[in-house]
């Protein structure tokens, strides 16, 4: 259905299909023009494509899977050129690099790369600390009263 | 960006072309603005991306060809999304229904006519920003159809002018979207 003058998506899919054929034969500039239609500026920030590697990186984080190398470089790359307030791009980043510049041997890269991607819901270093010396410090008082 | 031959994983051209340009549009094409349940666009290029790195297609020598790949890529895309089709229920939006309610006569294909003009006409604008005189141009000439004598008339230019604002939208507008608009909105006169 048309809102007033606009076509709806399924509107815009039919219409890209008949001027350019089935989507897998769409070369860029039909491509560029699809997203025209659908309203998106093609050459907007790679915010959307550096979300979807941060989504992709958290979904095998939470299955323990490695994050293949060759994506922690192209977002590395993309991240480099692209100015985004989302602070874990930063952070994540960061991450990434040290864990791409790490010493062989001394830790495993996925496991820095893990780290690297925790979030705020995440204990931190300080909390972890504060849990241990609570921990202790019950431990010594159930000792005592033993 | 078809500046490279051979893909390169490591490549973040790769990536802006086919990840953000050609499966994002792939995925909003396959989708048509239903839904699947709390399956997303997103979840779609998700599943995509996790199938590349499972499968490194690269690694096919009849694939290495960037614009095979991303070939691939979308058929792939497609894959997962009939899956996604046969699994779960599909959710008509309301406006989907309403458009199949709309039927199929005369009238209705002209108004749909008329809105895919209109939203053609959108997306030539937007690769001229705040140009609101070749705003103007497109409008006569995508949505009303007119023949250059109509348009200089109209804009009060000569015809010359407007022959010059033309060569400026065909020179900015790649030339393989023109042909096929032009092949779909004949001209008059």
Redesign the interface.
């Known amino acids: 259905?048309?809102h007033g003058?606009?076509?709806?998506?399924?509107?815009?899919?039919k219409?890209?299909?008949?001027?350019?054929g089935p989507?897998?034969?769409?070369?860029?500039?039909?491509?560029?023009?699809?997203?025209?239609?659908?309203?998106?500026?093609?050459d907007e920030s790679?915010k959307?494509?550096l979300d979807?590697?941060l989504?992709?990186m958290d979904?095998r984080k939470q299955e323990r899977k490695e994050i293949?190398k060759?994506?922690l470089?192209?977002f590395v790359?993309?991240a480099a050129g692209a100015e985004r307030e989302d602070p874990r791009t930063t952070n994540a980043q960061r991450g990434i690099e040290k864990a791409l510049h790490a010493e062989p041997g001394r830790v495993s890269r996925p496991e820095v790369v893990v780290r690297s991607f925790r979030f705020k819901r995440e204990l931190s270093a300080k909390d972890e600390n504060i849990l241990r010396k609570l921990q202790a410090k019950l431990l010594d008082d159930k000792k005592g009263g033993d | 960006?078809?500046d490279f031959t051979k893909f390169d994983?490591?490549?973040?051209e790769?990536?802006?072309?086919v990840?953000?340009?050609?499966l994002?549009?792939?995925a909003?094409?396959?989708?048509?603005?239903?839904t699947y349940g709390d399956y997303s666009e997103?979840d779609l290029?998700?599943d995509t991306?996790?199938m590349f790195?499972k499968e490194e297609p690269w690694k096919r020598k009849d694939l290495q060809d960037h614009?095979n790949l991303g070939?691939?890529m979308?058929?792939v895309?497609?894959h997962i999304h009939l899956k996604w089709l046969a699994k779960s229920r599909r959710t008509d939006s309301v406006?989907?229904v309403?458009?199949e309610k709309?039927g199929t006569n005369k009238i209705r294909e002209q108004?749909?006519d008329l809105?895919?003009r209109?939203?053609?006409a959108?997306?030539?604008k937007?690769?001229f920003p705040r140009d609101l005189v070749m705003h103007r141009l497109i409008d006569l000439e995508f949505v009303d159809n007119m023949t250059r004598a109509e348009i200089a008339e109209v804009m009060k230019l000569s015809p010359r002018k407007v022959t010059d604002l033309k060569r400026r939208l065909i020179y900015v507008?790649?030339?393989?979207?023109i042909l096929?608009?032009v092949g779909?909105v004949p001209r008059q006169g």
């Not at chain 2, 994983?9 to 973040?12: K, Q, V």
């Not at chain 2, 909003?28 to 239903?34: H, I, V």
């Open positions: 259905m048309e003058n606009e076509l709806s998506p399924a509107g815009i899919a219409l890209a299909r008949k001027l350019f989507e897998e034969e769409w070369d860029d500039a039909a491509v560029d023009f699809v997203l025209r239609l659908h309203g998106i500026d093609p790679v959307y494509v979807l590697i989504r992709f979904r293949p060759e994506l470089t192209v790359k993309l | 960006m078809d994983p490591h490549n973040n790769f990536f802006k072309s990840f953000l340009k050609k994002r549009a792939t909003k094409s396959l989708f048509e603005g239903k997103e290029l998700n991306l996790e790195y614009k070939r691939y979308a058929r895309m497609q406006e989907v309403a458009e709309l108004i749909q809105v895919e209109k939203s053609i959108r997306a030539l937007s690769y507008v790649p030339e393989p979207v096929r608009l779909r």
